[in-house]
């Protein structure tokens, strides 16, 4: 496999990096982001639900601890849309694609679409350029080894609208216990908020 291989993904170094942020280090996740001048993103484990500053997130928390049971994952085959109604506009379904090579976006909210750059349902990661989509991957890759739900805030890169990203990952498995989709809540603060916050 080459190193670089589509859109400047290096997956050596994306793949290391997310092995250092599952165990807990975010120094190559923030090199990432700096070595481009953007600022960092802050990222929490196993978050509370008072760590999550969004109802539609402490909601979406609450759901999938519900659905553990005796520590093992919620099923991805146990998600009831309906359930889910109290984020859905604010949600992404994504699965995991080739042992996690790969992530592809199977239901992308429409409050998402809105304020981003259109519907990536369908899309994988590594069809997107950029940092963001490195960023994504090294979460979603970090979040395939430890997994556990992860939190993240960050601000977009290349982009004038300034808006903070809130995202809270919930990994679901099969019925062997993979991991094979994640459920992720997504919302941005309005343009005002987030120049108002550090």
């Given at each position: 496999m080459a190193a670089v291989e589509q859109n400047g993904f290096d997956f050596g170094i994306l793949n290391a990096a997310a092995v250092d942020l599952s165990g807990g280090d975010q120094h190559a996740l923030d090199k990432l982001f700096l070595g481009d001048g953007n600022q960092p993103p802050t990222v929490k484990w196993e978050p509370s639900v008072d760590d999550l500053p969004r109802d539609g997130l402490r909601f979406l928390l609450t759901y999938w601890q519900g659905k553990e049971t005796d520590g093992a994952l919620p099923l991805a085959d146990d998600l009831d849309p309906i359930d889910l109604r109290p984020a859905l506009g604010n949600i992404m379904l994504v699965d995991v694609l080739d042992d996690g090579r790969d992530f592809r976006y199977r239901l992308y909210g429409s409050a998402i679409a809105f304020i981003s750059s259109g519907d990536k349902t369908g899309h994988s990661v590594i069809d997107f350029e950029g940092i963001a989509a490195q960023?994504?991957?090294?979460?979603?890759r970090a979040a395939l080894i430890r997994q556990r739900p992860i939190y993240t805030h960050h601000y977009p890169t290349g982009t004038s609208n300034f808006r903070r990203w809130h995202r809270l990952l919930l990994?679901?498995?099969d019925k062997s216990g993979n991991v094979v989709r994640y459920l992720i809540g997504c919302y941005a603060d309005p343009k005002s908020e987030t120049l108002n916050k550090p």
């Open positions: 960023f994504f991957y090294i979460v979603y990994p679901l498995a």
